[in-house]
């Protein structure tokens, strides 16, 4: 299995778009999230575009194989006194779950990668939790939990480090 992670440009926008709906069906029960007049799930378009036009965001697809199995967004947290990257939204698509894709991004990209990280999820996101929880165990990060933030209860965040032997 080949893993590859495929830099995006401003033209495949609608792509992540689409692939978003997936992603956003998958959390809408934890994020409260109700579909628009038209069946969709909301995106707010100006932020996904600064995917494409802010310094240190990026959206890449992930192919496994040559197919496309999901995405990756990062970019810079804006958390108050936290000069780091964030792992922002990953969704793997169903069928590419469970192969180590997760992990193997993680490995390539913030390990790999350095620095410091930030990365949130929802306590009620089961899956996302058991994720990071098994990850955080294997891999050399050091995860810090930042303080809550009120206005989104039940988000977690935390910001990983390289550990030091």
Do not use: C
Not at 52 to 60: I, P, T
């Amino acid at each position: 299995m080949q893993i590859e992670l495929l830099p995006t440009s401003i033209d495949q926008l609608p792509l992540i778009a689409n692939l978003y709906q997936f992603y956003a069906y998958e959390s809408s029960d934890w994020e409260q999230e109700d579909v628009e007049v038209d069946g969709r799930f909301y995106i707010h378009a100006p932020h996904l575009q600064r995917y494409w036009q802010e310094a240190d965001w990026s959206a890449q697809l992930i192919l496994v194989d040559g197919f496309i199995a999901g995405f990756l967004l990062i970019e810079r947290s804006e958390l108050p006194g936290v000069d780091a990257l964030e792992f922002a939204d990953l969704f793997i698509l169903k069928k590419y779950r469970r192969l180590g894709i997760g992990r193997a991004l993680v490995e390539q990209v913030m390990v790999a990668g350095g620095g410091s990280w930030v990365v949130s999820f929802y306590q009620q996101d089961s899956m996302a939790r058991q994720f990071w929880h098994k990850v955080l165990s294997q891999l050399p990060l050091r995860a810090v939990m930042q303080a809550a933030d009120p206005a989104q209860p039940g988000l977690l965040t935390y910001r990983l480090e390289q550990q030091r032997h």
